[in-house]
């Protein structure tokens, strides 16, 4: 079974600053796809960032971008000019080959000080 | 805008009591899934479905049941609701494989349920 570890309960950081998120899984696949979500205190999840295991290139949404380590498992999300409304529960997740649900780690809570 | 609404948004009730959760979407997927949020335990999933007649248990099924009542609407019901049942429920859909966006799943708001 997939596993989907965040092992950063909590970060926080400075308006304008940049943080990275790390996100590490397991799996014996070797087609999936990864993600970003990101909870605001609204409860919405809402999309980030994708990537797909078979494309080399780090993916980028505007002032995110992910480090995609394939072979050390790491899919690590950077957000760059961080801003207030960047405040949020992050998720990351794992898509398989199999069914298409998603399998979740456990969040990391960022906190920006203005 | 193509949409997943879930009713109701927050919800309080006692233990033992039935409820049901309801989930609609506007966006003609077929997929459709039933995750819980617990603090520190991200979202796992309950049940999915692939199309009307198509219903499987997710990780952690006990406890709940579902209905496909048609393409757009899938329900979550508790028969007999438990106070380890307090959490954010969330319903997902996901077009078929093979179509532009097969791969990325969407949530509706969530309903967050107190059980007593």
């Known amino acids: 079974a997939q596993t989907v570890t965040q092992s950063q309960p909590e970060m926080s950081v400075q308006e304008a600053e940049t943080v990275t998120l790390s996100c590490t899984y397991d799996?014996?696949?070797?087609?999936?796809?990864l993600f970003w979500y990101k909870q605001p205190p609204s409860r919405q999840m809402i999309l980030v960032i994708r990537q797909e295991a078979y494309k080399q290139q780090n993916a980028t949404e505007n002032r995110f971008s992910v480090n995609f380590q394939k072979a050390a498992k790491s899919f690590s999300l950077k957000i760059s000019d961080s801003q207030l409304g960047d405040a949020a529960m992050y998720f990351c997740a794992y898509r398989g080959s199999s069914y298409g649900k998603l399998t979740f780690g456990q969040g990391t809570i960022l906190t920006v000080h203005p | 805008d193509a949409d997943v609404t879930q009713t109701p948004r927050n919800r309080i009730t006692k233990t033992g009591k039935r409820i049901m959760l309801e989930c609609s979407q506007t966006k003609g997927h077929d997929r459709m899934y039933w995750y819980r949020q617990d603090p520190g335990l991200g979202l796992r999933l309950i049940y999915y479905?692939?199309?009307?007649?198509?219903?499987n248990k997710g990780e952690i099924s006990d406890g709940y049941s579902v209905s496909r009542q048609a393409q757009a609407k899938f329900s979550l019901s508790l028969e007999s609701a438990i106070p380890n049942q307090t959490a954010l429920y969330f319903c997902?859909?996901?077009?078929?494989?093979?179509?532009?966006?097969?791969?990325?799943?969407?949530f509706g708001p969530g309903t967050r349920l107190t059980v007593l």
């Open positions: 479905s692939f199309d009307v007649k198509d219903i």
């Open positions: 799996t014996s696949e070797s087609d999936y796809y």
């Open positions: 997902a859909t996901s077009a078929p494989t093979g179509t532009r966006s097969y791969n990325e799943q969407f």
